[in-house]
Each structure stands twice: as structure tokens, then as C-alpha cells.
């Protein structure tokens, strides 16, 4: 598997998070994934699925998606 080489970080709350394409799309699945135990969030909310970060595409770069709202308290 091809490691994911992440950009940066944005929150799934966030006014860029509304520029990915299919967002709406995008968060339902995460949070499905969620709820099922497929993905993980941590302390800082950072998610992750089978130890490689939730992602998708932004401007042609891959950022990290960060649910702060789902944040492990």
C-alpha cells in the first residue's frame, strides 16, 4: 500500500472542508464509520481508518480530515 503523503490538516467544520467535492457525501460516510467502529478519532480529533488517515482531495492535494466535534474527551 502506498503511503498517504498528507498536505495539511482541516477540520470537517470548516470553511474549507465545505470546498471538497462531495463533502456532504463525505461525512456521512465518516460518520457512519464512526459510529461502526471502522474509524478511529483521537484526542485532537485526528481520524484514522486501518492505521492511515481519513483523507480527501483539496486543490489537487490530499489533506487530512480532523472531526474536532467527535474528539475523544
Given amino acids: 500500500m502506498t503511503p498517504i503523503n498528507i498536505d495539511h490538516w482541516i477540520d470537517m467544520n470548516s470553511a ?6 462531495r463533502h456532504t457525501l463525505i461525512k456521512r460516510i465518516v460518520d457512519v464509520g464512526i ?7 483521537d484526542l485532537a480529533g485526528y481520524m484514522t481508518q486501518a492505521g ?7 486543490d489537487g492535494k490530499f ?11
Fill in 16 to 21: 474549507d472542508f465545505q470546498r471538497v467535492e
Fill in 35 to 41: 459510529q461502526s467502529g471502522m474509524i478511529k478519532v
Fill in 52 to 58: 492511515e488517515p481519513v483523507h480527501a482531495e483539496l
Fill in 63 to 73: 489533506v487530512g480530515l480532523r472531526y474536532s466535534a467527535k474528539a475523544l474527551n
